[in-house]
């Protein structure tokens, strides 16, 4: 081991030798920086990342642009994952097994269902891969990381809005009409998008310290489509555990979508305030952690 | 009237030995604590090593300062900490001014993507905003070279476009600070010229930059003050000159290390140092003349040797031989001699180039040597403007056009 200096040396040849000279910043204080070992815990530098905004904006463009690049069909494939499951829940949870649809013909009630649920499957699993995928520039650039999971979530926006394009030809194939209740989508999108940031936030920096979370994932997604309201109405669920099943942040989201695009089945109520609840504590505990991790990822991933 | 950019005090990052390569599985913590259960509750009894320790600087305003130092020895680190793309685990610094950072090349670039997409993309990973490159476009595309391919995807780029390409993004960053870590040794040597220039350019606009290379002509030419680290901690600082001699000593360019790997038992005889004969230290592989150069090659004779084989041969950087030349009937005394190669010229492109030089006794090898540092051709090229037409040689030819009315 070397040895302790005594006198460090400072990289000073000619000009004042002094230990701690005053710093005169020839620059506006918006740009200084003080590095330190550790941040405070709530040092979330919100305020960075909207300086970051261009870089989100190239990040979001970079992963809708080569999502379909080298397939034959493109961005037909946003309709078809989604229509897919769509058809093949109609078949056998539907006319099989007879399962109550709230009085929506069945690929209405599915497809009401799946887009949410496409989004946010697709979403969080891009979300918790993506420090990983950008290992390199992790690792040589800075910048504030809440970028990558957040670019890998809104990314998925644009799919969901082209199988949206599908499910107005579904409501005009099956002759139902859009309520009011359409205002308040953007509403349940929210929820759906800080949902899926706040798990993705956990995730992706877990993911970075333990690859384990990647094999954990495909069973993750599964389970939490059965633990929705996907291919079954909550109503199915009995009373007394609807409260368990409101924890489910995702329950009300797609309880919501049910409701808001065909104002049929029943508003969300109580489900929809568990929801929120819940998606708020996730989402800045995980925005918390992240950022703790932030400090290290760059030398772990 | 200068003032303090950059102050940096008691700077140290530690890391645990494996932590930095490799992440961790659950696996391993799994397995770890069925081993000794109690060392589960302990923090793990890794070895943790310093890999910048103590680290004290401060940079004025408008400062180019060269980092030196072996692999390993912290420099990257270092520019690390500073741009904040990891934390110290000891000391502070401060920071005034916009940061931008170099560590590599082409971060952020996509094969996917075209060109023109990708000089977006990574303007925009590096911190600079869309109308900052639609301002710098044209002054990019030129510079790198490629505008011909600029709406092709970049996968269908020769590796050396990729290079110049992200080049070009980097060098129009326009931060008040830059952290540049080896990056210049991109690219053909043309390519390296005008990169130099444009750092040279950049650090006269009132810049601060602080700049890591191995290639000391680099740094001579950039830097007036150098910091030189060694295992972790600052080991010299200051002007230039006074720093480079004494760490070209330390390092003792041309000369052999005789930890290096190599073929042959190395007990008769042992190849010592190359040069390139009347070249002063410090250039003394670099080749900048068309005229006659003359290489020299000391090797120590431990005993008689009798009935030698010399041989000798340039490579190219893609390891291609260039030249193979033997001598048979060697005979030396124990001692040092010296070997001179003299060529009336030697008309290779510009580029790094390696001679390997070996010597035989009764068809057993004594020692092989790949002599480093490598040769490097810096003369100026009378080729092809594009780089798949420029073939090997590097010959000087007078055209003229004759005949008609």
Not at chain 1, 82 to 97: C, D, E, H, R
Not at chain 1, 202 to 215: E, G, K, Q
Not at chain 2, 50 to 79: F, M, P
């Amino acid at each position: 081991m070397r040895a302790y200096k005594d006198t460090p040396e400072i990289l000073v040849e000619d000009s004042a030798l002094s230990p701690v000279p005053s710093a005169t910043p020839p620059l506006s204080l918006k740009q200084f920086r003080r590095i330190t070992p550790r941040g405070g815990l709530l040092d979330l530098n919100l305020r960075e990342v909207w300086d970051h905004k261009g870089l989100l904006y190239f990040l979001v463009w970079r992963d809708i642009k080569i999502r379909y690049k080298q397939t034959a069909i493109g961005a037909a494939w946003a309709i078809i994952q989604p229509f897919m499951t769509m058809v093949i829940f109609s078949l056998f949870f539907g006319k099989l097994a007879r399962m109550p649809s709230e009085g929506l013909p069945y690929p209405i009630f599915y497809y009401t269902a799946l887009m949410p649920w496409t989004f946010f499957s697709g979403a969080l699993q891009n979300a918790t891969n993506t420090i990983v995928e950008n290992q390199r520039v992790v690792t040589k650039v800075y910048f504030p990381r809440v970028i990558l999971p957040l670019s890998a979530v809104l990314s998925g926006l644009l799919d969901l809005g082209i199988s949206f394009l599908m499910f107005i030809v579904l409501m005009l194939y099956y002759h139902v009409h859009f309520a009011w209740t359409i205002l308040l989508l953007p509403g349940f999108l929210l929820l759906a998008v800080a949902t899926a940031l706040g798990v993705g936030l956990w995730l992706s920096a877990l993911n970075a310290i333990y690859r384990d979370v990647r094999y954990v994932m495909p069973f993750l997604v599964q389970f939490w489509m059965f633990a929705s309201p996907v291919a079954y109405p909550s109503s199915l669920v009995p009373e007394r555990w609807r409260w368990l099943f409101g924890l489910n942040p995702m329950t009300g989201v797609i309880e919501g979508f049910r409701w808001a695009l065909t104002g049929r089945a029943k508003p969300p109520g109580g489900l929809l305030v568990a929801s929120i609840g819940i998606v708020a504590v996730i989402f800045c505990a995980g925005l918390v952690y992240f950022q703790r991790m932030e400090t290290t990822i760059a030398d772990v991933v | 009237m200068s003032s303090t950019v950059i102050r940096a005090e008691g700077l140290g990052k530690r890391y645990r030995v494996g932590e930095r390569e490799r992440y961790l599985a659950l696996r391993d913590i799994l397995t770890r604590a069925l081993r000794s259960p109690l060392s589960f509750f302990r923090p793990a009894q890794s070895e943790l090593m310093w890999a910048l320790r103590d680290v004290c600087l401060q940079v004025e305003h408008g400062e180019v300062i060269g980092i030196i130092g072996r692999n390993g020895s912290g420099k990257t680190t270092l520019l690390k900490i500073l741009s904040r793309i990891t934390r110290p685990t000891t000391g502070s610094a401060e920071i005034y001014g916009s940061v931008r950072t170099l560590l590599e090349v082409g971060t952020g670039f996509h094969p996917e993507l075209t060109g023109r997409e990708n000089m977006y993309l990574s303007g925009a990973i590096l911190g600079m905003s869309r109308r900052e490159v639609d301002r710098k476009f044209d002054t990019i595309v030129a510079f790198s070279g490629v505008e011909r391919f600029i709406d092709t995807p970049l996968k269908h780029f020769s590796t050396g476009m990729q290079m110049r390409l992200a080049f070009a993004v980097a060098a129009h960053l326009e931060p008040d600070i830059l952290f540049v870590d080896e990056v210049l040794a991109v690219g053909d040597l043309e390519f390296q010229k005008k990169c130099l220039g444009k750092m040279e350019e950049v650090s006269g606009s009132g810049r601060t930059i602080l700049f890591v290379s191995h290639q000391m002509n680099q740094i001579r030419r950039l830097c007036k003050r150098v910091l030189w680290l060694e295992g972790g901690e600052i080991y010299r600082s200051g002007p230039t000159a006074a720093i480079l001699g004494e760490y070209e000593a330390a390092l003792g360019c041309g000369q052999r290390n005789q930890n290096q790997r190599s073929t042959g038992t190395r007990t008769k005889a042992r190849f010592v140092r190359w040069q390139i004969d009347g070249t002063e230290s410090g250039s003394s592989n670099f080749l900048t003349t068309m005229g006659a150069v003359t290489i020299r090659v000391q090797v120590e004779a431990l005993a008689a040797i009798r009935n030698g084989l010399h041989g000798a041969a340039l490579f190219n950087g893609e390891r291609q031989l260039m030249w193979g030349w033997a001598k048979e009937n060697v005979q030396l005394d124990p001692g040092l001699h010296e070997f001179y190669y003299t060529f009336p010229t030697l008309p290779l492109r510009p580029g790094p180039y390696s001679w390997q030089v070996s010597l035989w006794e009764n068809g057993k090898v004594l020692d092989m040597w790949d002599c480093v540092p490598d040769m490097i051709i810096a003369t100026e090229g009378h080729q092809h403007p594009q780089d798949e037409w420029n073939g090997i040689l590097n010959v000087p030819c007078q055209f003229e056009i004759r005949g008609g009315n």
